[in-house]
């Protein structure tokens, strides 16, 4: 059950296989400021700085709440932690005031709660009993987010899982990460229905460097996907 559920609240987010009126877009992994401005600019409805120390888009949290500032108004920042400790996670989070935190590492449901900011959870997807089972180990979070994670726990490995392994049914907010290109994206959409769907590798010349083309025909996959959906 979601937290809203559970606050009394009538609140249930789509499930695979039901369509939402249209498909959150978060786009991740960003170091430039320009860039952060061109997703804005084409729509995104979040943005992802990763404070996750040896990521190939490592920033510290220093610069991680420079280019914060950035972020325009209805744009969420969300925050990428993994493993992080209690004092470094809250250091970031006050740095750089994030509307959301996502954790990758192997944090536990209690620690994510604690630090006082929603959260989404990773989730390295091999069977739909991994989706399950964190969606009981876990059921403060905003939302699970569904990844192919590479050795290091991270995603933005360029990788997809099989998607077909989303269970169904799971009233929680599923953001589809993992792969994802302009030219799969929309398929994905269709085919998983998420609420949300997260790239950071596929719209890239390289690592924390974007292109506003990619990002541009991402997002425009992405649309065309919800507007041939039926609702």
Aim: with cysteine; proline share 7%.
């Amino acid at each position: 059950m979601n937290p809203s559920a559970r606050s009394g609240q009538e609140t249930r987010f789509p499930t695979p296989g039901e369509k939402p009126i249209r498909t959150r877009i978060k786009l991740c992994g960003f170091t430039r400021a320009r860039d952060i401005e061109g997703a804005a600019r084409l729509g995104a409805d979040a943005i992802g700085l990763v404070c996750v120390p040896g990521s190939k888009r490592e920033l510290s949290p220093a610069q991680a709440a420079e280019l914060r500032q950035h972020v325009p108004p209805f744009v969420a920042t969300v925050l990428l932690l993994s493993n992080a400790d209690e004092a470094f996670a809250r250091e970031a989070i006050d740095k750089v005031r994030p509307d959301f935190v996502q954790y990758h590492g192997t944090e536990t449901g209690r620690f994510c709660a604690s630090l006082g900011r929603p959260y989404f959870k990773a989730v390295p997807v091999s069977s739909q009993k991994d989706v399950i089972e964190a969606a009981r180990q876990f059921p403060s979070a905003a939302a699970l987010l569904l990844d192919s994670h590479g050795a290091d726990g991270m995603g933005g490995t360029g990788e997809a899982f099989d998607w077909s392994l989303i269970p169904r049914n799971l009233d929680m907010a599923l953001i589809l990460a993992g792969g994802l290109t302009p030219a799969n994206v929309g398929r994905a959409v269709r085919m998983a229905a998420p609420y949300a769907v997260d790239v950071s590798s596929g719209i890239e010349n390289g690592p924390g460097r974007k292109d506003f083309e990619k990002m541009k025909a991402f997002v425009e996959a992405v649309r065309l996907a919800d507007s041939e959906m039926p609702r």
